[in-house]
């Protein structure tokens, strides 16, 4: 997006590239929301990868039924419309502060969804490593001999 920008930026200076100036600055507006775009849609899928991953170590036996074909392309084409519209409310009213703090309050809402869902799956995988642990009891020498003998 950016090197695209800067492209096309050069091309007008050096006048390859002849537009009106609010052609221009149209062009130079959806750039901008194709990066706000993509950022907004990378982070959301970090997100829902998170999301993901947590149904599939809590409800391993049901997860086939919850995530679903149809639940998955429903959720990747909310996804991105969701990161479109959001990104060309950004940029049509970027100098909003009402829209600044909606960003930030997403940024901030998926960075600590995603921080909850792993530290979750985190102190499970140490439950586990505890209770597995727990369950081995230390070789005997009796134990060990037959072992040996086997």
């Not at 800067?6 to 390859?16: D, I, S, T, Y």
């Not at 979750?120 to 060990?144: D, W």
Request: proline share 2%; aromatic share 8%; with cysteine.
């Amino acid at each position: 997006g950016n090197l695209a920008e800067m492209l096309f930026m050069l091309l007008l200076e050096h006048g390859v590239l002849v537009m009106r100036p609010s052609i221009v600055r149209h062009m130079d507006s959806v750039i901008d929301m194709l990066i706000c775009s993509s950022v907004v849609s990378s982070l959301s899928f970090l997100g829902v990868i998170a999301v993901d991953r947590y149904i599939t170590i809590f409800y391993a036996l049901r997860y086939h039924s919850i995530m679903t074909l149809q639940r998955a392309v429903v959720t990747m084409a909310s996804v991105w419309l969701a990161s479109t519209v959001s990104s060309t409310v950004l940029i049509t009213y970027y100098r909003s502060n009402t829209i600044l703090l909606c960003l930030i309050g997403f940024l901030l809402f998926m960075l600590v969804l995603m921080l909850v869902l792993y530290i979750h799956m985190f102190a499970l995988a140490r439950h586990h490593l505890h209770s597995i642990s727990s369950q081995q009891k230390p070789p005997t020498a009796h134990r060990g001999g037959s072992l040996k003998g086997a």
